[in-house]
T-cell receptor
Framework: ELKVEQNPLFLSMQEGKNYTIYCNYSTTSDRLYWYRQDPGKSLESLFVLLSNGAVKQEGRLMASLDTKARLSTLHITAAVHDLSATYFCAVDSLLNTDKLIFGTGTRLQVFP | DADVTQTPRNRITKTGKRIMLECSQTKGHDRMYWYRQDPGLGLRLIYYSFDVKDINKGEISDGYSVSRQAQAKFSLSLESAIPNQTALYFC?????????????FGPGTRLTVL
């Protein structure tokens, strides 16, 4: 059974600081997704990582995938308040099925 | 207009009542999904459909049923609602695999079962 674990579950960080959110998964997969959810809102796609070594960046967020280690990271550079949200990673449970298993989410709070 | 819509957005019902949540999409995607979100548990897949004639159970299908009326419409039913089905429900769609596409989520339906 595929399991997806994120850590930390909650992250409170000061503006301007850097931090990394980790996403570990238990079985082979080469498709990993990152989503953002604002309180009371839907999920917004951030990144789609499709191969080992894939790296994508958008603004202050950078995501990477190491399929051999079964690990993805979401790195936050110089955090700003607008990044406060819950971040989810999700893994395709079987190759190319789009049947996603989600992590429990990391709630990020950025304060001045 | 939103690509993925859900109705109703909020619903309060009583134990034992039948309730239907509806999802419509204008993205032209064949694949549709229903998820449930509970605090601290992330999203869990209830049912998914890869085309109109294909319906599959997800992680937590017990107590739920679905209907794929058309490519654009996918409904989730609770035949006899119970309080532990109180949650936030999301519909999502995706394109064919291998195209590097993500899932696109609707705005969610907040369901409370008293």
């Amino acid at each position: 059974e595929l399991k997806v674990e994120q850590n930390p579950l909650f992250l409170s960080m000061q503006e301007g600081k850097n931090y990394t959110i980790y996403c570990n998964y238990s079985t082979t997969s080469d498709r990993l997704y990152w989503y953002r959810q604002d309180p009371g809102k839907s999920l917004e796609s951030l990144f789609v990582l499709l191969s080992n070594g894939a790296v994508k960046q958008e603004g202050r967020l950078m995501a990477s995938l190491d399929t051999k280690a079964r690990l993805s990271t979401l790195h936050i550079t110089a955090a700003v308040h607008d990044l406060s949200a819950t971040y989810f990673c999700a893994v395709d449970s079987l190759l190319n099925t789009d049947k996603l298993i989600f992590g429990t989410g990391t709630r990020l709070q950025v304060f001045p | 207009d939103a690509d993925v819509t859900q109705t109703p957005r909020n619903r309060i019902t009583k134990t034992g009542k039948r309730i239907m949540l509806e999802c419509s999409q204008t993205k032209g995607h064949d694949r549709m999904y229903w998820y449930r979100q509970d605090p601290g548990l992330g999203l869990r897949l209830i049912y998914y459909s890869f085309d109109v004639k294909d319906i599959n159970k997800g992680e937590i299908s017990d107590g739920y049923s679905v209907s794929r009326q058309a490519q654009a419409k996918f409904s989730l039913s609770l035949e006899s609602a119970i309080p532990n089905q109180t949650a936030l429900y999301f519909c999502a769609t995706s394109d064919l695999p291998g195209r590097g596409d993500t899932q696109y989520f609707g705005p969610g339906t907040r369901l409370t079962v008293l």
